[in-house]
């Protein structure tokens, strides 16, 4: 039986190899974490992460040929195949501060395979890393091998959090990279054959180490990009009385446009995009491309445009201060569907509201009062380094209310705030809304999703990106 072993219990590495487990029973998969809270949610009935559709895998595969375990030298040194899918998050200090990609986790995690190695092993680079990433983990691996043979392999993840069983389980394609040589050529086929057993062979493409590695940051810059190019044009569409979802529906018709990915928004978020595009730039400027750089750094910064010029609407609209009003929070995730806070653009508003004194009451139907509290005291970049985390500032405390629903959060408020497209929030009840709300009563959308006319006759003055006003 082929046995795989995958360091990083999270996002990634849980959903993707609850997965294998699933369609390969004739492999053994043991996912494994540092983390001991996060081992027992694995395999408890809590599990870690909110994700439709994993609680079902999970349970069908767990403790037959899945395992979760902390006991992660015992499981790598048994593996075949060991899938490493740590957390790369943004430098916060040191050189490249701000944009490079921090591989403290992953060369620890590299090292720890060279010591506890006693049989050739293929390892699996499932993290988002820098281009060239394999070589730097080739050589940690070989100079401490004891004449063990590694082949390194790039098998970036392109699942999106919400959809993650659903992608996994129909993948538009599976990208394997590997060395050009007998032995990487090998190494793929090994690793295809996993995949094989629920993919089509033509979705899955093979190519070398770095195009594969570089795919990865391309894929997530191209997916941004498209956000920032729509939000962009919300920002032209609310100056000039044109519809941005009008736009983006007779652009999307173009099939060399096509229609995904066009939806306006408050902006991005995610643990992911904006790191990946840091990470992107940083590599350009590494590389003495700083065109090629300041490209791909605009994207982020219409993101970062985007979420202020939110702010500034609310506190512009309620007659330039929002100062002791009660401004109520739809959705703290950073998308529908997933209680991952990472990024979201929820922390920033937040943020800028309560920076104009403003008092917030938030709901997020899977977002914890503690999560919301810590995100809202953390610096940039903190959230991926726990141990960096600071506490929270007992003003903060004050001036937030996390509360369990949309009425609750909507009691008495003078403004609305809709930041996460929850299904929830589409069929509320916003007459019984605008009858407990100050007045004027405001509604500001962050991601078009009410019925702008029907509130309007409600009586509510109504914001919504990229619509005329
Ligand atoms: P995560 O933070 O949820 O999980 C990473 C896990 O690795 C943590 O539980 C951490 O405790 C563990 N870990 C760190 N160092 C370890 C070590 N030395 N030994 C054992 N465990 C260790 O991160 P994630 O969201 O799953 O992302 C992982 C990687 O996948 C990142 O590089 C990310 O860019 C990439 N990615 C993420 C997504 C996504 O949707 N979240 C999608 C595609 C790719
Ligand atoms: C994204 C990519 O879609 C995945 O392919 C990739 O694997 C992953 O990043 C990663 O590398 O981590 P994810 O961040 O989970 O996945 O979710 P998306 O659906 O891409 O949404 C990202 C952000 O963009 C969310 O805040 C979402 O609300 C926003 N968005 C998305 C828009 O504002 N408009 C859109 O049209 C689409």
Redesign the pocket.
């Known amino acids: 039986m082929v046995k795989i072993c995958c360091?990083?219990?999270?996002?990634?590495?849980g959903p993707t190899m609850a997965v294998i487990a699933l369609k390969c029973p004739d492999i053994e998969v043991a996912v494994?974490?540092?983390?001991v809270p996060?081992i027992t949610a694995w395999n408890s009935d809590q599990l870690p992460i909110y994700e439709p559709g994993l609680e079902d895998v999970v349970k069908q595969c767990r403790g037959k040929n899945l395992f979760f375990s902390t006991d992660?030298e015992k499981h790598v040194c048994e593996a075949d195949i060991v899938f490493v899918?740590?957390?790369?998050p943004t430098k916060t200090r040191g050189l490249g501060a701000g944009k490079a990609a921090d591989l403290t986790?992953w060369e620890?995690?590299a090292r720890?395979i060279a010591d506890v190695s006693k049989s050739d092993k293929i390892v699996v680079e499932?993290?988002?890393v820098p281009v060239k990433t394999a070589e730097a983990i080739e050589k940690i691996l070989t100079h401490n091998s004891k004449g063990i043979n590694f082949q390194i392999l790039s098998n970036p993840?392109?699942?999106?959090?919400g959809t993650a069983i659903e992608d996994l389980f129909k993948p538009d394609r599976v990208l394997i990279g590997g060395r050009e040589t007998p032995a990487g050529q090998k190494a793929i086929k090994t690793l295809k054959d996993v995949y094989a057993h629920w993919v089509p062979d033509e979705n899955i493409i093979t190519t070398n180490l770095w195009s594969a590695e570089l795919s990865k940051l391309a894929a997530n810059a191209f997916l941004a990009q498209r956000i920032s190019s729509v939000n962009a044009m919300s920002a032209l569409c609310e100056a000039t009385g044109a519809n941005v979802n009008e736009v983006s529906y007779a652009i999307g018709k173009d099939t060399r446009i096509g229609s995904k990915f066009l939806n306006p928004s408050v902006g991005f978020g995610g643990?992911?995009f904006q790191k990946d595009i840091l990470n992107l730039v940083y590599i350009c400027e590494c590389n003495g491309l700083p065109e090629v750089a300041e490209y791909w750094r605009q994207v982020i910064k219409i993101n970062d445009y985007q979420k202020s010029r939110f702010v500034n609407r609310v506190v512009a609209s309620m007659f330039n201060t929002v100062s002791n009003k009660k401004i109520a929070v739809l959705g703290f995730a950073f998308k529908k569907d997933t209680g991952d806070t990472r990024e979201t653009p929820a922390i920033d508003v937040c943020k800028g509201l309560l920076g104009d004194k403003a008092s917030l009451s938030i709901y997020d139907p899977q977002v914890t009062e503690d999560q919301i509290q810590r995100d809202l005291s953390m610096n940039k970049f903190d959230w991926?380094h726990p141990l960096h985390l600071q506490p929270m500032s007992p003003s903060t405390v004050k001036q937030v209310r996390v509360v369990w629903d949309a009425y609750a959060a909507t009691k008495d408020a003078h403004g609305v705030c809709i930041l996460t497209e929850w299904n929830e929030f589409k069929t509320l009840d916003f007459q019984k809304i605008y009858d407990n709300m100050q007045k004027p009563a405001f509604v500001f959308d962050g991601r078009n999703i009410v019925d702008v006319e029907k509130l309007r006759n409600i009586g509510f003055i109504v914001y919504s990106i990229g619509k005329p006003l």
């Open positions: 360091i990083g219990a999270g996002y990634v590495g494994v974490d540092i983390s996060r992660v899918s740590v957390n790369t986790y620890s995690a720890m499932k993290s988002t993840e392109f699942l999106a959090e643990s992911c991926d």
